[in-house]
T-cell receptor, first 114, second 109 residues
Framework: EAQVTQNPRYLITVTGKKLTVTCSQN?????MSWYRQDPGLGLRQIYYSMNVEVTDKGDVPEGYKVSRKEKRNFPLILESPSPNQTSLYFC?????????????FGDGTRLSIL | GIQVEQSPPDLILQEGANSTLRCNFSDSVNNLQWFHQNPWGQLINLFY???GTKQNGRLSATTVATERYSLLYISSSQTTDSGVYFC???????????FGEGTQLTVNP
């Protein structure tokens, strides 16, 4: 089954404790992206990757890191999480950056930073 | 960047009623998608429809790209249709989907 898998689905942690949210897709997609969703602000892009070893900032990259060492994986790293990073996070992928193809979304990760 | 506006922001229906949700976008797009966000927060992909008309059961969607709008039709609504419906568009030269603010749909029994 074609899918985007995020882990964990839920996480409660404390300020400053490094964490990684994993994202994996099994569709051989080149393009992957991270979004965060906040009440009143909608979904905003954090980072995206057009292919292996190619990443770029989205609208709200501060406080986040990403890497794309393999095509299927695109982890989101919070080196020193803060309460303002409490949010619902989504990973997405599509065939290519410029393709007129749909983006497929993971089920979301709810992060609470205390 | 592209602007995406949805209307209405809130909609309350009785079970069995029909509804139309609208999405206006400000630029040419090569990707337009409709999503339903369920109570568990999952984004369910309803339609990929940068132009034309598609139908899937009780749901259908139409995008008129030249006039920069898309419509989502829900017929014979059910309580399980409740949730937030998002339209998202990607401009031809863009790097991301830009989401509208959503329509909160409540279907009462």
């Amino acid at each position: 089954e074609a899918q985007v898998t995020q882990n964990p689905r839920y996480l409660i942690t404390v300020t400053g404790k490094k964490l990684t949210v994993t994202c994996s897709q099994n569709m051989n997609h080149e393009y992957m992206s991270w979004y965060r969703q906040d009440p009143g602000l909608g979904l905003r892009q954090i980072y995206y990757s057009m292919n292996v070893e190619v990443t770029d900032k989205g609208d709200v990259p501060e406080g986040y890191k990403v890497s794309r060492k393999e095509k299927r994986n695109f982890p989101l790293i919070l080196e020193s999480p803060s309460p303002n990073q409490t949010s619902l996070y989504f990973c997405a992928s599509s065939r290519t950056f410029s393709s007129n193809q749909p983006q497929h979304f993971g089920d979301g990760t709810r992060l609470s930073i205390l | 960047g592209i602007q995406v506006e949805q209307s209405p922001p809130d909609l309350i229906l009785q079970e069995g009623a029909n509804s139309t949700l609208r999405c206006n976008f400000s630029d040419s797009v090569n990707n337009l998608q409709w999503f339903h966000q369920n109570p568990w927060g999952q984004l369910i992909n309803l339609f990929y429809i940068p132009s034309g008309t598609k139908q899937n059961g009780r749901l259908s969607a139409t995008t008129v790209a030249t006039e920069r709008y898309s419509l989502l039709y829900i017929s014979s609504s059910q309580t399980t249709d409740s949730g937030v419906y998002f339209c998202a568009a990607k401009e031809t030269s863009g790097s991301r989907l830009t989401f509208g603010e959503g329509t909160q749909l409540t279907v009462n029994p």
